[in-house]
């Protein structure tokens, strides 16, 4: 029995122009502040229990 369905091409061509858009130095650096503040926006309540501290306020 035979398939009827068409297969899929496996590889495709690229399109012209993606690959001179593509930055990897600052891809990377982008990578890097995008972790930071998804850690950042993880660990909100660091930030909110320091500035609870008695210690905290005692310079000011």
Do not use: C, S
């Not at 899929?8 to 503040?37: A, M, S």
Request: proline share 12%.
């Amino acid at each position: 029995m035979r398939p009827i369905i068409p297969r899929r091409p496996i590889h495709r061509r690229p399109r012209p122009g993606l690959l001179h858009q593509f930055d990897r130095p600052k891809y990377r650096q982008r990578t890097v502040v995008e972790r930071l503040f998804g850690w950042l926006k993880e660990k909100r309540r660091l930030n909110t229990r320091y500035d609870k501290l008695t210690a905290a306020l005692e310079p000011w």
